[in-house]
């Protein structure tokens, strides 16, 4: 079985190995020079290396000008420095198919021979990949511009996205590496799997955050700078977004560390979602019966319009709630910049409408209980003997 494997192995390394031996697709019209100029290998890699570069700086100009066009309508410098990165390569890639083409024509030792292709196709496949890492940001970038149509690639899901095409091109640069130089990547990838499956299982709870975590960035339920409440009670300023946990400043200037699993599956309120980070305060306020409601109403709202931080569109406005057990109830409603406001601001306003009450002589009524007696017990009318 392992004789097979082995025989199986070494068939597909000189398989590759043979397809990279450039000789073999050299055009029919080229051939009687290939052979008049083979007895020569030095005057022929001379020869090669002048004609690749120069065709290789002829492709690349034509490409640069043919692109040039319409990048330069743009008045970003994005997609100027992708057309940069991506013909960086064209001519060390024709230089490098020279270089191959000339080595099959020295006669050397099989083992030599191949090495050498083998290191040659390994400096291109290095090249393209280091073209590919530098350019995946980019077309991030410029995906990421048109928001439009590509809802999910924005600006605070990019890096997600950017490390997840860094991670493909390795792994295919890695996989093509093998081929090259005659090591089957079928034993890898099966010992990758059975490690994979037992990491899997091991950290459970972290790949649980990390998921949870790519969710959040691509749902964006919340962004940092956020107020926002879990159904847990905490409260606080989203400070940090991170793959395996949010974390929340209270205004305790306390620091929550929440994991993604955990505030994924939680029911999350927003306050400074929705169109506009705006909050609406509201401060219950009781009024003792026979008040004037229209001149409670009057100084509730001139209370509020005189708070400089209170948001003068929408107009503050004052309503009347239900007929309680020992006054009228009132709500004074009022729209603040931002939530962390709120308890200042709710602060202010009550001592306010307090201030202006007594001012005004409007009674504040509190709970009281009156007792009424109906009999009082018979005195007793002589001692017991």
């Known amino acids: 079985m ?10 597909a390394g000189s398989a590759f190995k043979s397809d990279l031996d450039v000789v073999q697709y050299l055009p029919d019209w080229f051939q009687p020079t290939w052979d008049m100029l083979s007895p020569y290998p030095g005057l022929l890699t001379i020869i090669l290396l002048l004609l690749a570069w120069a065709f290789g700086r002829l492709l690349k100009l034509v490409i640069t000008r043919s692109f040039i066009k319409v990048v330069g309508k743009t008045s970003t410098k994005t997609d100027d420095h992708l057309l940069e990165y991506l013909t960086q390569p064209i001519v060390l890639t024709t230089v490098t198919l020279a270089l191959m083409l000339a080595v099959s024509a020295f006669q050397w030792p099989r083992g030599l021979h191949d090495a050498s292709l083998s290191l040659l196709a390994t400096i291109l496949l290095f090249s393209w990949m280091r073209a590919g890492l530098r ?16 809802e999910i690639i924005q600006e605070k899901t990019i890096p997600l996205f950017d490390m997840s095409l860094k991670l493909l091109l390795v792994g295919l640069g890695a996989y093509v590496f093998l081929l090259i130089w005659g090591i089957d990547p079928t034993a890898w990838l099966a ?5 994979g499956i037992a990491v899997g299982f091991a950290a459970r709870d972290s790949l ?22 879990l ?3 905490e409260r606080g300023e989203v400070t940090h977004l991170g793959m395996r946990s949010t974390r929340l400043l209270t205004r305790d200037d306390v620091e929550v560390t929440i994991p993604n699993a955990v505030i994924a599956s939680a029911k999350i ?13 509201r401060v219950p306020v009781g009024v ?12 509730l709202e001139a209370v509020a319009l005189g708070h400089s931080e209170i948001v003068k569109h929408p107009e503050p406005r004052v309503r009347m709630r239900a007929f309680g057990n020992s006054s009228l109830d009132f709500e004074l409603l009022a729209w603040i910049d931002r939530p962390v406001l709120r308890g200042r601001i709710r602060h202010d306003l ?13 009674e504040i009524p509190f709970p009281q209980t009156d007792i009424h007696v109906r009999s009082m017990p018979a005195e007793p009318t002589g001692k017991e003997n």
Not at 288 to 299: I, L, R
């Open 191 to 195: 010992s990758a799997g059975v490690i």
């Open 2 to 11: 392992q004789a097979t494997e082995a025989v199986s192995t070494a068939t």
């Open 288 to 299: 003792a019966y026979g008040s004037d409601v229209d001149e409670v109403c009057q100084v």
């Open 135 to 150: 350019t995946a940001r980019i077309i991030l970038e410029l995906v990421g511009s048109n928001h439009h149509r590509f």
């Open 208 to 229: 649980a955050n990390l998921f949870s975590g790519i969710f959040i960035v691509a749902d964006s339920p919340y962004k940092i700078g956020d107020y926002i409440v």
């Open 350 to 362: 009550l001592k306010g409408i307090y201030y202006a009450f007594l001012e005004k002589g409007i």
């Open 231 to 233: 159904d847990s009670g």
């Open 269 to 281: 309120v927003n306050e400074s979602g929705g169109p506009w980070e705006k909050e609406r305060i």
